[in-house]
């Protein structure tokens, strides 16, 4: 049987088109079509995927990013990995809305690609990079031909409900090779399959996802390009805020059944709006081109949790309620505008520099509420008010000029350097009354100025090898410390914290094109880590001392035979404190263990696609394994909790006639229930029950598909 080389990937990592395999950087790269064949429709389809690509995951919705082990735990309020949305930043940079587990898991349809870019990004992508970043690159419009595709998908899940799909696109040629259009929208029902023994209901965590992205490409001539792009994304559930099952922390199985929880009645409520809109522009002048993207994105969220288990045994104590239920209200509010302007020269000249200057502005308004009511039956209680935190408006301003020099030695050797300089100021009110916060007001405010570095040697052994070394620095900003009034000793701000890594990779294309290997080693010192503290029963963000993370990824694709594509990869990551934690924070000791991060990933998978007659048919799937990981830091001296390792398996097969594509699949075949995360509902991290979030049981579904 014949056979064919593996297509060229074209990435925009280093904000420029050039292929993968010519990136002096460990990058990974999901396509429209895995992404289509496995029905992969969130972080938690994926992920494991990619080498070092953790995620830690309370919820649909509510998800935190790891790469290469950076974490602190499923409490830390800052991202370490960023997400852009072409050339846009989309997400908070600060603490004061969730930005670490807020992460727009934006429904992949109609994606042309998403780029996995691992190790720290700070000097051209700016903070929160201190892992990495996740960048969604979509299918711009064409301006040449019409086009459309209209797709359904139906689902279920074991023990659960029933879910389905359906999304459409369109492409229009408004002005023939000069304007284009191109919609798509999409909405589902993702089943749920926890029932709350409570209230009796069941498949509480179902959600519903819908949204819409359009773009407008303007291309009046072959140097000139203006985009416009607008997206929208609502998600919404009746019980996802409330988590996952109730788990016994000494035996690490399930209180009341694998897929039940007791949680008070009215409660778990959860609804996050996504909004983007950005105009980017471009004009080549021959010498340099020019870019500019400027951005406009909000975020709303509101939800009601249970908070029953942290607090009902006092304050059912002190009012003398036989039943009471408690719940804590959380809207956030986030209007974010960034501003970037980049200059570049041409690739192909001995000297290729850039240069760019950043600007972004956030506005966030937060409010915490605690309400009180029948356990039962959700029935409102009138008492004295318990708690309310109003936070806001906390604004963020950021101003940055980078730049980068590309020296082309020769045809064979490159130096890339580089630095970006940042000033960040912030400014943060907020306003506490109730019995278990107090009454204050404060306004507190903070500046920085947080310096990044880039050294990028590499060298190419012929136009399919290359090695490379890459230095660089990361950090995430610092800031006024929410919750901290003046007077109780904290501090009242907080520092940045940051990152550097030294990394060395190899890249290989072999066999004439058909088969890629990548590896690489890196070693990461983590410095002034932003951890949780106490002070006067008030949590505030400190900086503690050092972690470290080291470790080996390597990735393997192979087109073995005409339509056989066979891949694989496998992670080791050493991620440790490096000191002592601080005292006062969460208790943790040199030489234990970040949360949540894995010593060993792999995944292997293959897909295979051959003719059957007129028709076209493809099948494959993948094995993923995530190790053994130790829990959240405690907040008292005891052992860790640790996490056992867990599989997954998915399979897919389909068909294709003239423009018609179906397909079968199922996701989780041997309906594990791998534990990925857990936290405490009692004030005590060693206390029982633990919340706990499994994977997704067995999920069996089909979907099809008509292009025209």
């Known amino acids: 049987m014949s056979t064919t080389q593996l297509g060229t990937v074209i990435v925009t990592a280093n904000k420029r088109d050039e292929r993968l395999q010519d990136v002096p950087m460990a990058v990974s790269v999901l396509t429209e079509t895995q992404l289509d064949r496995q029905n992969a429709t969130s972080f938690a389809d994926y992920a494991t995927q990619v080498p070092g690509l953790n995620t830690v995951s309370t919820g649909q919705g509510w998800t935190q990013l790891v790469l290469r082990g950076i974490t602190t735990g499923s409490h830390q309020p800052n991202a370490t990995v960023g997400t852009y949305i072409d050339d846009t930043p989309y997400g908070s940079s600060t603490i004061y809305a969730a930005g670490s587990m807020l992460t727009p898991d934006i429904d992949p349809s109609d994606i042309e690609r998403?780029?996995?870019?691992?190790?720290?990004?700070?000097?051209?992508?700016?903070?929160?990079?201190?892992?990495?970043?996740?960048?969604?690159?979509?299918?711009?419009?064409?301006?040449?031909?019409?086009?459309?595709?209209?797709?359904?998908?139906?689902?279920?899940?074991?023990?659960?409900?029933?879910?389905?799909?359906?999304?459409?696109?369109?492409?229009?040629?408004?002005?023939?090779?000069?304007?284009?259009?191109?919609?798509?929208?999409?909405?589902?029902?993702?089943?749920?399959?926890?029932?709350?023994?409570?209230?009796?209901?069941?498949?509480?965590?179902?959600?519903?996802?819908?949204?819409?992205?359009?773009?407008?490409?303007?291309?009046?001539?072959?140097?000139?390009?203006?985009?416009?792009?607008?997206?929208?994304?609502?998600?919404?559930?009746?019980?996802?805020?409330?988590?996952?099952?109730?788990?016994?922390?000494?035996?690490?199985?399930?209180?009341?059944?694998?897929?039940?929880?007791?949680?008070?009645?009215?409660?778990?409520?959860?609804?996050?709006?996504?909004?983007?809109?950005?105009?980017?522009?471009?004009?080549?002048?021959?010498?340099?081109?020019?870019?500019?993207?400027?951005?406009?994105?909000?975020?709303?969220?509101?939800?009601?949790?249970d908070i029953t288990n942290l607090f009902g045994s006092v304050l059912n104590s002190i009012f003398s309620l036989p039943n009471g239920g408690y719940a804590e209200v959380q809207p956030i509010s986030l209007n974010k505008v960034t501003q970037e302007l980049r200059l570049q020269s041409p690739a192909d000249q001995t000297w290729e520099w850039r240069t760019g200057l950043f600007f972004t502005h956030e506005h966030t308004v937060d409010g915490q509420d605690i309400t009180s009511f029948d356990f039962n039956t959700g029935t409102p209680i009138a008492l004295p008010t318990l708690g309310n935190v109003s936070v806001g408006p906390a604004i963020f301003k950021e101003w940055a000029g980078y730049g980068d020099l590309t020296w082309h030695a020769t045809s064979q050797f490159s130096i890339l350097v580089g630095a970006r300089y940042s000033s960040d100021k912030t400014t943060y009110s907020q306003t506490t009354t109730g019995l278990l916060t107090g009454d204050t007001a404060f306004t507190t405010r903070s500046s920085d100025h947080p310096v990044t570095y880039l050294f990028n040697p590499s060298y190419k052994f012929s136009e399919d090898i290359m090695a490379y070394v890459r230095v660089a620095s990361g950090f995430r900003p610092g800031g006024a410390n929410v919750g901290v009034p003046p007077g109780l000793g904290a501090p009242l701000t907080f520092d940045p914290d940051r990152l550097t890594n030294y990394?060395?990779?190899?890249?290989?294309?072999?066999?004439?094109?058909?088969?890629?290997?990548?590896?690489?080693?890196?070693?990461?010192?983590?410095?002034?880590?932003?951890?949780?503290?106490?002070?006067?029963?008030?949590?505030?963000?400190?900086?503690?001392?050092?972690?470290?993370?080291?470790?080996?990824?390597?990735?393997?694709?192979?087109?073995?035979?005409?339509?056989?594509?066979?891949?694989?990869?496998?992670?080791?990551?050493?991620?440790?404190?490096?000191?002592?934690?601080?005292?006062?924070?969460?208790?943790?000791?040199?030489?234990?263990?970040?949360?949540?991060?894995?010593?060993?990933?792999?995944?292997?998978?293959?897909?295979?696609?051959?003719?059957?007659?007129?028709?076209?048919?493809?099948?494959?799937?993948?094995?993923?394994?995530?190790?053994?990981?130790?829990?959240?830091?405690?907040?008292?001296?005891?052992?860790?909790?640790?996490?056992?390792?867990?599989?997954?398996?998915?399979?897919?097969?389909?068909?294709?006639?003239?423009?018609?594509?179906?397909?079968?699949?199922?996701?989780?075949?041997?309906?594990?229930?791998?534990?990925?995360?857990?936290?405490?509902?009692?004030?005590?991290?060693?206390?029982?029950?633990?919340?706990?979030?499994?994977?997704?049981?067995?999920?069996?579904?089909?979907?099809?598909?008509?292009?025209?």
């Open 114 to 305: 998403i780029e996995v870019l691992r190790g720290p990004q700070g000097t051209l992508y700016g903070s929160n990079t201190l892992g990495g970043l996740i960048k969604f690159v979509t299918t711009p419009p064409d301006t040449t031909q019409a086009s459309g595709r209209i797709g359904f998908d139906v689902n279920s899940v074991a023990g659960g409900g029933n879910g389905f799909g359906a999304h459409a696109m369109a492409n229009i040629p408004l002005v023939a090779n000069t304007l284009g259009l191109r919609v798509n929208a999409y909405e589902r029902t993702d089943p749920g399959y926890i029932d709350n023994v409570n209230t009796g209901k069941n498949e509480v965590n179902e959600a519903k996802v819908r949204g819409a992205r359009a773009q407008l490409l303007w291309t009046p001539s072959d140097k000139v390009s203006v985009r416009f792009s607008a997206l929208a994304q609502n998600l919404t559930s009746d019980g996802l805020a409330n988590g996952g099952i109730d788990l016994d922390p000494n035996t690490l199985r399930p209180v009341y059944g694998w897929d039940k929880q007791n949680r008070a009645a009215g409660t778990g409520t959860f609804k996050v709006k996504y909004r983007l809109y950005d105009l980017s522009v471009s004009d080549d002048m021959g010498w340099a081109k020019l870019i500019s993207t400027t951005s406009y994105g909000t975020l709303r969220l509101n939800e009601s949790q």
């Open 503 to 708: 990394e060395v990779g190899l890249k290989t294309l072999m066999l004439d094109k058909r088969m890629s290997v990548e590896l690489n080693a890196f070693y990461i010192d983590w410095s002034k880590v932003q951890l949780t503290s106490t002070a006067g029963g008030f949590s505030f963000l400190g900086n503690g001392g050092k972690a470290t993370s080291k470790g080996v990824e390597a990735s393997w694709r192979y087109h073995a035979a005409r339509g056989l594509t066979l891949w694989a990869n496998a992670t080791y990551t050493n991620a440790r404190l490096a000191q002592d934690n601080p005292p006062g924070g969460v208790y943790g000791l040199k030489g234990n263990p970040l949360p949540y991060v894995p010593k060993w990933n792999a995944n292997l998978g293959v897909d295979y696609t051959f003719p059957m007659g007129t028709w076209s048919g493809f099948l494959g799937g993948n094995f993923s394994y995530v190790g053994r990981r130790a829990a959240e830091f405690n907040t008292v001296p005891s052992p860790r909790y640790f996490l056992p390792g867990y599989n997954n398996i998915n399979l897919y097969a389909g068909a294709g006639v003239d423009n018609w594509t179906f397909k079968i699949y199922v996701k989780n075949l041997a309906n594990k229930h791998g534990i990925t995360s857990v936290w405490p509902e009692t004030q005590s991290s060693i206390a029982s029950p633990f919340n706990a979030t499994l994977q997704t049981p067995r999920t069996v579904g089909a979907s099809a598909t008509v292009d025209f």
